[in-house]
């Protein structure tokens, strides 16, 4: 751990979520997004469903509360909604089994991994890291957490992004690939969480583009929904 001390510079402000119901915030440490975890997304996208999810990060800067106004990103000609359940850590660990993660899990909100889908077929083409498609500035919309023990068998519900009213993308949590057991278990295996760490799980198939002007909307039963809007 570094010291603490005075800074040549003022120090950035802390990344933090709403909270349902309270004037607290949660503090986000860091952003982990789970690809490939809803069998007809990883079809949609040519991918071979038998193949494991896999992990990636976002910066803690890139979210954004529900209400926001977003501009377009730059860099794009073809930004995707990517509409997903999002996992607050709130015990942290390293190789957690899976039996017992579920309390690690502080509370669950509705998220958006929007992606500069361009930028990430470049990427694949030329075998280079996604991090320019996925860890952009606003790329990480949340809405407000609710805490796990008044949010009920959210992993029973269904996920619903709607774009100016109209219905997108929809499923039943239950159809990933890995419920968030299994996800908290691999992913700490590989990294060490911590108490404000997010998880975005994954999205389902009808993932499309978003353009200026456009009012998103994702709802997951037994959550507050998140609505963004992009900038004409």
């Known amino acids: 751990m570094s010291g603490e001390g005075r800074f040549v510079l003022p120090p950035p402000r802390r990344p933090s979520v709403a909270v349902a ?17 809803y069998a007809a997304h990883v079809r949609e996208m040519g991918n071979d469903e038998r193949e494991p999810p896999f992990f990636f990060g976002k910066p803690a800067d890139a979210v954004v509360d529900s209400g926001a106004r977003l501009p377009f990103p730059m860099a794009t000609r073809d930004l995707h909604h990517e509409a997903e359940l999002v996992v ?15 309390g690690h899990v502080w509370g669950y909100a509705c998220g958006l991994d929007l992606t500069r ?14 991090d320019m498609a996925k860890g952009f500035d606003r790329s990480a919309p949340c809405g407000p957490l609710t ?4 949010a009920g068998a959210v992993e029973r519900g269904r996920l ?15 159809e990933m690939i890995w419920p968030v057991a299994g996800i908290i278990a691999h992913l700490s295996a590989l990294v060490e969480l911590a108490p404000g760490d997010l998880i975005f799980t994954g999205t389902p198939a009808g993932v499309g583009p978003v353009r200026p002007g456009d009012e998103l909307r994702v709802e997951i039963d037994g959550l507050i929904p998140l609505e963004v809007s992009i900038l004409a």
Do not use: H
């Open 88 to 102: 607050a850590i709130g015990k942290g660990g390293a190789r957690i089994p899976q039996a017992g993660a579920m």
């Open 21 to 37: 119901g309270r004037d607290e915030r949660l503090a986000v440490r860091r952003i982990w997004c789970v690809g490939r975890n």
């Open 160 to 174: 619903r992004l709607t774009v100016n009213g109209a219905l997108r993308q929809e499923a039943g949590l239950q």
């Open 147 to 150: 805490p796990a023990q008044e």
């Open 117 to 130: 889908r361009d930028l990430q077929a470049e990427a694949r083409r030329m075998s280079r890291p996604w």
